[in-house]
């Protein structure tokens, strides 16, 4: 299994634990917890429940990134709403984080970077009943967070081109970053040039593909799996940063 694979199946263990952490501390403390929406300490315990239930499917199936995105922002509302913001907002952080490493941003950024804001700000006024002092703690949190996002942004988008997926060991068959590649050198078959052109153009998506070119999903996904495994690549993120670095030439 990759490294990548395996942290990200450890991440996903972990947080099951804490999910069912919660879940119990709500169970049988819910009690000592603050809420200011009636019936809170009935329905919440429920929703970490359903937390839990979905994390353990997301071991089974770690590829399901909308059921990831979902108990992040559930659980990062539910913390908002229990008076435990500043966990809500680095549930938020790792939710925001997550959607950029899979690609969310990469189209229609500056909509999606609003929807984002958005919710944000939404789930920040869910705390003012709280109180002012830790609304506006959280307010500058929350400020302090964005422009360390913004920060990450800009030194991912810096290294990612020549450090996180170029690497002249694993590459042997490649020329350094910024070459022109000739992919009649890849032993690719019609088909597969015919789907790798697609993806190039920004058809990221396998079910997109499938509808663009008219072939089976099983049939995208082994030919891409095949693509990827000519360049050396894990997996079509990695493929589509690895050949961004270059002129391509079919």
Same mark, same amino acid.
């Given at each position: 299994?990759?490294?990548?694979n395996? *942290?990200?199946r450890?991440?996903?263990? #972990?947080?099951?634990?804490?999910?069912t952490?919660?879940?119990?501390?709500?169970? #049988?403390?819910?009690?000592?917890?603050?809420?200011? !929406?009636?019936? $809170?300490?009935?329905?919440?315990p /429920?929703?970490h429940?359903? =937390?839990?239930i979905?994390?353990i499917?997301?071991?089974?199936?770690?590829?399901?990134?909308?059921?990831?995105?979902f108990?992040?922002?559930?659980? $990062?509302? +539910? =913390?908002?709403?229990s008076? #435990?913001?500043e966990?809500?907002?680095i549930?938020?952080? &790792?939710l &925001? +984080?997550?959607? *950029?490493?899979?690609?969310?941003? %990469?189209?229609?950024?500056k909509?999606k970077?609003s929807l984002?804001?958005? /919710?944000w700000?939404?789930q %920040?006024?869910?705390?003012?009943?709280f109180?002012?002092?830790?609304?506006f703690?959280?307010? $500058?949190?929350?400020?302090?967070? =964005?422009?360390?996002?913004? *920060?990450?942004? $800009?030194?991912?988008e810096?290294?990612?081109?020549?450090?996180k997926?170029?690497?002249?060991?694993?590459?042997k068959?490649?020329p350094?970053p910024g070459?022109?590649l000739?992919?009649?050198?890849? %032993?690719?078959?019609?088909r597969?040039?015919?789907?790798?052109q697609k993806?190039?153009?920004g058809?990221?998506?396998?079910n997109?593909?499938?509808?663009?070119?008219?072939?089976?999903?099983?049939?995208?996904k082994?030919e891409?799996t095949?693509?990827?495994?000519?360049f %050396?690549t894990?997996? !079509?993120?990695?493929l589509?940063?690895?050949?961004?670095?270059?002129?391509? !030439? #079919?």
């Open positions: 299994m990759e490294r990548a395996i *942290y990200h450890l991440m996903i263990l #972990f947080g099951l634990i804490t999910v952490t919660a879940a119990v501390i709500g169970v #049988f403390f819910g009690e000592h917890c603050s809420y200011y !929406i009636p019936y $809170s300490n009935k329905f919440i /429920i929703v429940i359903l =937390c839990s979905g994390t499917i997301m071991l089974i199936k770690p590829s399901l990134l909308p059921l990831q995105a108990i992040l922002e559930i659980e $990062s509302i +539910v =913390c908002c709403m008076n #435990f913001g966990i809500g907002l549930l938020f952080t &790792v &925001v +984080v997550t959607l *950029y490493l899979n690609l969310f941003f %990469d189209k229609n950024t909509l970077i984002m804001f958005t /919710i700000v939404i %920040d006024l869910i705390t003012f009943p109180g002012t002092v830790r609304f703690m959280l307010t $500058s949190l929350s400020t302090f967070f =964005c422009f360390f996002m913004v *920060y990450f942004y $800009s030194k991912i810096i290294k990612k081109g020549t450090v997926f170029y690497d002249s060991k694993r590459h068959n490649l350094p070459s022109d000739y992919i009649n050198n890849f %032993d690719l078959t019609d597969q040039i015919k789907l790798l993806f190039l153009s058809i990221e998506n396998y997109q593909l499938k509808e663009e070119i008219r072939y089976s999903l099983s049939t995208v082994r891409m095949i693509i990827c495994q000519k %050396d894990a997996n !079509i993120i990695e589509k940063h690895l050949l961004s670095q270059y002129k391509i !030439i #079919f």
